[in-house]
């Protein structure tokens, strides 16, 4: 029932193949015929781009295949361990009682289509789970979003600090032309990146130290006295992000702030801040600490010291905005700068030399040294401490005042998946769900064939399904038709 069309072998020397050709053109003439639905779209280029796109600053050091590969394996990773915990792949079960980050890329339709633009792919018909803790493919698209609000955040910031100066200098020189350096808001904003951590150790559950930190964040920005200290310097508002590692030590939130700054501060009023964020986070988390018992009855001491509770930096311009986009979303670099597909890359960490890993790296056999229940044990922990919790957080007021949509993770994520493209292959949901289990990484591997249009290959690498011909794929597009809809009925009803 199908027309296969012409497969062509991926070109090394980077010079796009006919059908890469005959794609983009294609979906060039149907936005030009029909600016409406995904063809609208494509042409307003008002969709954010897939995450990769924008990172390749923040993740230079492993290929979009490497991470791709590497997340769909522990996403079926973590799937394995949820799944146990519920009490395993037997009689009665039923994945909808799953948690929802074990049912991420499930499929959702009567088939999964595998749909590319010429230059990217992803699969339709499946779901995202959209969690940022726990699903390490949804966890990437979503921090590099949110990295993105950050980096607009300042640049609208920069923009409005300058606008608020010019029109000052002009109203004091009427009829003078505005000198250079108030025309760009390059030099303009002044931010703090800053650390807090807990002083932590093996014994600790993470539920109790991410319980301080939150708790003792909210306590500390909440009140008369955080209301004072903003007014005394400046402080416009924060976003803010916990980072979780493990290590020997035990595990390990912490938290990552960047505050904007209504002007610059001196020598004397850092100084000041510094020790009074320091005083007042100590009291806070060791208040919150207090409701947890050792099993010997005395409260966790968790107020760190004064050398490691806190660590600020004072930036100012334009270029912060990058900066600060790494610093809250890079996460799970503990030596600051370090991202994270350098960790990964890296294979010091594996053997714990390091000293400490991020929580996805739990998903990978023989990290640390620790066993397969040792791993399944610490990432269940990490998945129930986190859940429910928030990772990333504005001030109130700040989103709007930076001129910044306020998304939920899950559409974020959603958004950032969507793809202007067309679907040139469909699979049956039996096949796809088994090797979404059994060989997650060829769900990569068939991503990466679509995206060099060899549909040949990704039917090798997902057998069963079929490969649409130009009248279905514009079906698909226009939304008269499902991928589902072309595959053989039987292996629909399975
Ligand atoms: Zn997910």
């Not at 920005?221 to 030590?249: D, H, L, M």
């Not at 409701?291 to 050398?307: I, M, R, T």
């Not at 930096?313 to 334009?318: D, E, R, V």
């Not at 370090?338 to 010091?348: F, K, N, W």
Request: charged residues 25%; hydrophobic residues 35%; neutral net charge.
């Amino acid at each position: 029932m199908s027309v296969p069309t012409q497969g062509t072998k991926w070109n090394p020397m980077g010079v796009p193949s006919p059908s890469q050709h005959q794609t983009a053109e294609r979906l060039h003439a149907a936005v030009a015929a029909k600016p409406q639905g995904v063809a609208a779209e494509a042409a307003s280029g008002a969709r954010s781009g897939p995450p990769w796109e924008k990172t390749n600053k923040i993740t230079p050091s492993l290929s979009r295949t490497d991470l791709r590969r590497l997340a769909y394996g522990r996403r079926a990773e973590s799937r394995k361990i949820l799944v146990r915990h519920a009490g395993g792949e037997t009689l009665g079960f039923e994945p909808i009682k799953l948690p929802r980050c074990a049912r991420c890329g499930q499929p959702v339709d009567t088939g999964v289509g595998v749909m590319t633009n010429g230059e990217k792919a992803r699969f339709t018909g499946t779901m995202l789970c959209g969690s940022i803790w726990a699903c390490p493919t949804c966890s990437a698209i979503i921090r590099h979003e949110r990295a993105h609000e950050v980096a607009l955040a300042i640049g609208n910031h920069a923009e409005k600090l300058r606008k608020a100066a010019a029109d000052q200098w002009q109203a004091e020189h009427e009829g003078q032309r505005l000198p250079p350096e108030l025309m760009v808001s390059d030099s303009f904003g002044n931010y703090i990146f800053g650390t807090l951590t807990l002083r932590h150790d093996r014994t600790m559950p993470l539920a109790m130290t991410l319980d301080a930190i939150l708790k003792g964040w909210t306590k500390m920005i909440n009140g008369s006295p955080w209301q004072r200290a903003s007014e005394r310097w400046k402080i416009r508002g924060f976003v803010r992000a916990i980072e979780i590692t493990y290590g020997v030590n035990g595990w390990h939130p912490h938290i990552h702030f960047v505050m904007f700054l209504d002007g610059d501060l001196d020598d004397g009023q850092r100084e000041a801040m510094q020790q009074w964020l320091l005083d007042r986070w100590k009291t806070m988390v060791k208040r919150v600490a207090k409701a947890y018992k050792k099993k010997d009855g005395n409260p966790y001491n968790v107020a760190p010291n004064d050398e490691h509770g806190i660590d600020l930096q004072f930036k100012s311009g334009k270029d912060a905005g990058t900066a600060a986009a790494e610093y809250i979303t890079k996460i799970q670099g503990d030596k600051g700068g370090v991202t994270l597909a350098q960790e990964i890359a890296r294979g010091d960490i594996k053997d714990g030399r390091m000293g400490s890993v991020n929580p996805f790296q739990l998903l990978d056999s023989g990290c640390l040294g620790l066993s397969d229940f040792q791993r399944e044990d610490l990432w269940l922990e990490y998945w129930q401490a986190t859940l429910r919790r928030r990772c990333i957080t504005w001030s109130r007021g700040l989103k709007e005042d930076m001129e910044v949509e306020e998304l939920e993770d899950e559409e974020l994520a959603e958004k950032a998946d969507e793809l202007p493209g067309l679907v040139g292959y469909v699979v049956p949901n039996r096949v796809y769900k088994d090797i979404r289990k059994s060989a997650p990484e060829t769900l990569a591997d068939a991503l990466d064939a679509a995206e060099r249009e060899d549909w040949q290959e990704v039917a090798r690498l997902l057998p069963g399904g079929v490969i649409l011909t130009d009248e279905q794929q514009d079906a698909i597009a226009d939304g008269e038709a499902k991928p589902g809809d072309y595959l053989p009925t039987m292996s629909v009803m399975v």
